[in-house]
C-alpha cells in the first residue's frame, strides 16, 4: 500500500505541473495591462513602468512563469496587490469557508445519493424507482445558482426560515445553531445528489445479477442483509470514484453558491480578485484548490485500492 500511495503522488507531480502552467498561460493571456489596472487612476506611464518592474512584469513570460513557480515551491505564493497580504495568507482563510460549506455538501450529497441509489435498485421498476428517478432528473437538470436563487426566494423572503445569505449573523453569537441556519440553504444548493444516486443505482443493479447474491439469497439471507451488507460493499468499488469526481463538481459548484449566498469562501474571494485583476491572488487560490482535488482523488483511489486489492496491480 505504501508503494502504491507513493506511486499515485508521483504521478501527481505532472498533473499539478500543468495546472500551473495553464492557471499561468490563462492570466497572461487576459486583455489589459495588469500594472494599470491596478494604478486605477494614478496610471501615469512613470508609475505603471515602475509597478511592473516591481512585480517582474517586464521580464520575458518564461521567466515569469519559472520565479513564480520557484517562489511557490518554496510556499511564497506572493502578495495580493487589491488586498496588501500575503496571497498564502488570504487563501487559507477564505479556504476554511470554503471547505465548512463544500464538505457539508459532499457529505449531504454522497449520503443522500447512495442511499437514494440502493433504495432505487432494490426496488427496480417500482413506485420508489420511478419517483426517485424523477427526482434525480429534476435535481440534475437545475443548475445550482438557479436553485440558490429560488431557495432564498422562498425560503428566506417568504417563509422567513433561514437567513438570506452570509455565513455568520451579523449581530449576535457565532455559535453552531448560527453557522447550521446560515449553512443549510448553501449546502443544499450544491447539487450532486442526483448523479450519485443514478450511478449508485446503475453499480448496484449490477451486483444484485452476481452469482455471490443468489448464493447468499439460496442461504436464506435477510434481503436487507443482502442488500445493505453485501451488496452495497461490493458496489462501493464503483461508487467511490464517482464521489471523487462528484467532490471536483462540489468545489466548482461552491464559487457559484459563494456568490448568490456571499459566502466568505474561495470562489467569491477569485470572483473579487479577478474584477480587480489581482493576478498573484488568482493564481494562487486556483493553484492551492487544485492542488486540494488531486490530493483527495489520490485519497479516493486509495480507499478504493482498499475495497478491492486488485486495483493496485
Same mark, same amino acid.
Given at each position: 500500500?505504501?508503494?502504491?500511495i507513493?506511486k499515485?503522488?508521483?504521478?501527481? %507531480?505532472?498533473?499539478l505541473?500543468?495546472?500551473t502552467?495553464?492557471?499561468?498561460?490563462?492570466?497572461?493571456?487576459?486583455?489589459?495591462?495588469?500594472?494599470?489596472?491596478?494604478?486605477?487612476?494614478?496610471?501615469?506611464?512613470?508609475?505603471?513602468e515602475?509597478?511592473?518592474?516591481?512585480?517582474?512584469?517586464?521580464?520575458?513570460?518564461?521567466?515569469?512563469?519559472?520565479?513564480?513557480?520557484?517562489?511557490?515551491?518554496t510556499?511564497?505564493?506572493?502578495?495580493?496587490?487589491?488586498?496588501?497580504?500575503?496571497?498564502?495568507?488570504e487563501?487559507?482563510?477564505?479556504?476554511?469557508?470554503?471547505?465548512?460549506l463544500?464538505?457539508?455538501?459532499?457529505?449531504?450529497?454522497?449520503?443522500l445519493g447512495? %442511499?437514494a441509489?440502493?433504495?432505487?435498485?432494490?426496488?427496480?421498476?417500482?413506485?420508489?424507482?420511478?419517483?426517485i428517478?424523477?427526482?434525480?432528473l429534476?435535481?440534475?437538470?437545475i443548475?445550482?445558482?438557479?436553485?440558490?436563487m429560488?431557495?432564498?426566494?422562498?425560503?428566506?423572503v417568504?417563509?422567513?426560515?433561514?437567513?438570506?445569505?452570509?455565513?455568520?449573523?451579523?449581530?449576535?453569537?457565532?455559535d453552531?445553531?448560527?453557522? %447550521?441556519?446560515?449553512?443549510?440553504?448553501?449546502?443544499?444548493?450544491?447539487v450532486?445528489t442526483g448523479v450519485?444516486?443514478?450511478?449508485s443505482r446503475s453499480?448496484?443493479?449490477?451486483?444484485?445479477?452476481?452469482?455471490?447474491?443468489?448464493?447468499?439469497?439460496?442461504?436464506?439471507?435477510?434481503?436487507?442483509?443482502?442488500?445493505?451488507?453485501h451488496?452495497?460493499?461490493?458496489a462501493?468499488?464503483?461508487?467511490?470514484?464517482?464521489?471523487?469526481?462528484?467532490?471536483?463538481?462540489?468545489l466548482s459548484?461552491?464559487?457559484?453558491i459563494?456568490?448568490v449566498?456571499?459566502?466568505?469562501?474561495?470562489?467569491?474571494?477569485?470572483?473579487?480578485a479577478i474584477?480587480?485583476?489581482?493576478?498573484l491572488?488568482?493564481?494562487?487560490?486556483?493553484?492551492?484548490?487544485?492542488?486540494?482535488?488531486?490530493?483527495?482523488?489520490?485519497?479516493?483511489d486509495?480507499?478504493?485500492?482498499?475495497?478491492?486489492?486488485?486495483?493496485?496491480?
Open positions: 500500500m505504501t508503494g502504491y507513493l499515485r503522488l508521483v504521478s501527481a %507531480v505532472p498533473v505541473l500543468g495546472i502552467v495553464i492557471v499561468f498561460l490563462i492570466m497572461a493571456m487576459i486583455p489589459g495591462d495588469p500594472a494599470t489596472a491596478i494604478l486605477g487612476s494614478y496610471a501615469t506611464p512613470e508609475n505603471v515602475k509597478l511592473n518592474r516591481d512585480l517582474g512584469l517586464d521580464k520575458p513570460l518564461v521567466q515569469q512563469y519559472f520565479i513564480w513557480l520557484g517562489n511557490m515551491l510556499g511564497d505564493f506572493g502578495t495580493s496587490f487589491a488586498l496588501n497580504r500575503p496571497v498564502l495568507d487563501v487559507l482563510e477564505r479556504f476554511n469557508g470554503t471547505l465548512v463544500a464538505g457539508t455538501a459532499f457529505v449531504l450529497c454522497s449520503v447512495v %442511499v441509489g440502493v433504495i432505487s435498485a432494490a426496488n427496480q421498476y417500482g413506485l420508489a424507482d420511478k419517483a428517478t424523477f427526482a434525480v429534476l435535481g440534475i437538470s443548475p445550482s445558482f438557479f436553485l440558490g429560488m431557495m432564498i426566494l422562498f425560503f428566506a417568504n417563509l422567513r426560515w433561514f437567513p438570506v445569505s452570509g455565513m455568520w449573523p451579523i449581530y449576535g453569537a457565532r453552531l445553531s448560527a453557522l %447550521v441556519s446560515h449553512l443549510t440553504m448553501p449546502a443544499l444548493a450544491v450532486a450519485i444516486a443514478r450511478l453499480a448496484m443493479l449490477e451486483v444484485l445479477r452476481q452469482d455471490f447474491i443468489r448464493t447468499a439469497r439460496a442461504k436464506g439471507v435477510h434481503e436487507r442483509g443482502v442488500i445493505w451488507r451488496s452495497l460493499r461490493a462501493m468499488v464503483s461508487i467511490i470514484p464517482v464521489l471523487g469526481i462528484q467532490a471536483g463538481f462540489v459548484g461552491a464559487v457559484y459563494e456568490i449566498f456571499q459566502w466568505p469562501g474561495v470562489g467569491r474571494m477569485l470572483v473579487d474584477l480587480k485583476r489581482d493576478i491572488l488568482v493564481q494562487g487560490g486556483v493553484v492551492f484548490v487544485a492542488a486540494c482535488y488531486v490530493m483527495f482523488n489520490i485519497a479516493v486509495v480507499a478504493q485500492s482498499l475495497l478491492d486489492p486488485r486495483i493496485k496491480t
